[in-house]
Structure formats: C-alpha cells, structure tokens
C-alpha cells in the first residue's frame, strides 16, 4: 500500500510539473499569422495561426505578433503590452461589421503598437463598424502607417480615464468616416482634430503628445 501510494503520488507530481510546463512554454515573444494559417497551431513561422486574436493568447506580453503575407486577421482585443506588425508591402487586414476593429484595454504600464495595418469598417452601409481602433486603457498607444476606412464613428477613438496615458500617430490615413475628412494624414502631435474622437490633453512624456491627432494633407 505503501509503495503504492508513493508511486500515485510520484505521478502526481510528474503530472502537475508538465502541466506547469506547458503552460510556461506556451506563449512566444514572436508569433506569425497567415491568410492560410490554422489558430490550432502554435503560431510559429512554419506553423502559423489565421487571426491576430488567435495569435495574442499564444504570445508573452512585450512580444509581437508579424503577419507573414496577405490575409483577412479578424478584429482582437489587446489586454497587454504588444506590437502587431502587418508587414511592408502586403495586405494585412481587419475587417469588420457593427464592432470595433481593434480594442486597446491595455495595462498601466503597457505600451501597443500597431503598424502597417488596414482596418475596415464597410461603411457607408448599414452595418459599418464601429470604430477602427477604441483605445481606453494603457501607458501608451503607437498607430504607424495605417489605414482606417469606412467606420460609423471613428477611425481612432480615445476614451482613456487615467491621466497617464499617450499616444502617437504617424503616417496613418483615416478616410470615409464621419469624424474624417477623405485622404486625410494623421501626423505627429497637434491640438484636437478631424478623424479622431476624444478630447482630453494628456501629459506629454517622452513620446507623445495631446490626444487626438490632428488629421493634416501629406506633404
């Protein structure tokens, strides 16, 4: 009986250690997605995932999520400090219908970066999205070479309550919706302005600025 349950007990153990295990090893600091990708993978480069929401639960916060071509990645929640990388070059795109395209409900401390993305709200139809990035909550927000189009609110919308946080624009278009003027340029730091919503000037640290962006013509 003995020598039972100290065998019951050893797998115990075993048992608890590799579960501990997988769970540690589970998420990347890197993960790809694909137009072809499956979210039952891992989301490694030769085992891509299909969307970014698929892709975020895969990766360590601080880590980036890089799209390896083409491909429709579907709306996500970001909850942690991460960058999400459409690539040069290529189609990385979220589309979506009565939703935002990308929450942003960070950390205090955590800074998200978005870069080389579409974002697509199908508007001027009925069921247009809502928003194309609805930031409420992080340290800090980097939008870079983006297009956002066809949304029923905004293209970016800033509903932050604390008084830390940030966010910085650069070369981002916002186009075809109500807060927006067509073939707009986001750029660096300006007072409130077209194709943003959110009107609360923020502390400016070392990278940002007021919130929102001024939309201004690309030189």
Not at 30 to 35: A, D, E, H, L, P
């Amino acid at each position: 009986m003995s020598r039972t349950m100290s065998l019951l007990s050893l797998s115990a153990t075993m048992l608890v250690f590799c579960l501990w295990s997988g769970g540690a090893q589970a998420q990347a600091t890197r993960t790809w997605v694909s137009g072809v990708g499956d979210d039952a993978n891992p989301c490694s480069r030769t085992a891509p995932c299909k969307t970014f929401a698929g892709a975020i639960s895969k990766t360590a916060p601080g880590g980036e999520i890089d799209a390896l071509d083409p491909g429709g990645f579907g709306a996500v929640t970001i909850t942690k400090a991460i960058t999400i990388d459409g690539g040069g070059g290529q189609v990385a795109s979220v589309l979506v219908a009565g939703t935002n395209g990308i929450n942003v409900a960070a950390g205090a401390t955590d800074v998200v970066t978005l870069r080389n993305i579409q974002l697509q709200g199908l508007g001027p139809s009925g069921n247009a999205g809502l928003n194309g990035i609805n930031y409420t909550s992080g340290l800090g927000l980097i939008v870079e070479h983006c297009n956002i189009s066809g949304f029923a609110q905004n293209g970016i919308n800033v509903a932050t309550t604390g008084g830390s946080a940030n966010m910085t624009v650069h070369d981002t278009y916002v186009t075809h919706t109500p807060t927006a003027s067509n073939s707009r340029h986001l750029e660096g730091l300006s007072p409130p302005g077209s194709g943003m919503s959110g009107q609360r000037p923020i502390p400016a640290p070392a990278f940002c600025c007021f919130l929102p962006v001024l939309a201004q013509p690309r030189p």
